[in-house]
């Protein structure tokens, strides 16, 4: 029983200060802030603003990835981050033109050796498929007629002697 005794006040002081450990790290500032926004389109597809910055005194190397839908993902690329207020922006294109929502995150590790994931608002994806609203435009031109002298009566208006044809342009009304 002395034995039984002496291994749970081990395990206690083991495990009391690793618990601790973990609720400082729950509770640690937020070392990046993600933004995101969604409100065009290229070539049909939804494209995705982004911006990530530094809220931590040390620079780190920050990997930019996206989820759509609580589904589908992939990674964008990977920025280095200077001291706060450092910040990088970007932008990507969706595969697809049917995603709702698409949530940005930005991993980065840090000097510290601390890992941190932080990620934007799930943002609406911009509506590729909704009609566009195209405006016409009407240009009137007046039509001209070009009319040739057949008779060639020596006025240099016909059969070509060395003159141009005559342009007029008919009277509108």
Not at 7 to 29: D, E, F, G, H, R
Request: net charge negative; proline share 8%.
């Amino acid at each position: 029983m002395r034995r039984f005794v002496v291994l749970v006040a081990l395990l206690v002081a083991v495990a009391v200060p690793a618990l601790a450990v973990s609720a400082m790290a729950q509770t640690a500032p937020q070392r990046l802030a993600v933004t995101a926004s969604s409100d065009h389109c290229t070539g049909g597809r939804p494209v995705v603003d982004y911006t990530v910055t530094s809220l931590w005194p040390t620079g780190a190397s920050v990997q930019i990835w996206w989820l759509a839908d609580a589904s589908v993902f992939d990674v964008v690329g990977t920025t280095k981050l200077g001291p706060a207020p450092d910040s990088a922006a970007g932008s990507f294109t969706l595969p697809y033109d049917f995603y709702a929502t698409v949530t940005v995150y930005a991993t980065a590790t840090w000097p510290d050796g601390m890992q941190t994931t932080n990620a934007s608002w799930a943002i609406p994806v911009a509506d590729c498929a909704a009609a566009t609203t195209s405006t016409t435009s009407t240009t009137l031109v007046e039509p001209t007629t070009t009319t040739e002298d057949p008779g060639g009566n020596g006025n240099g208006n016909g059969y070509g002697y060395g003159r141009p044809t005559t342009t007029t342009a008919p009277a509108l009304g």
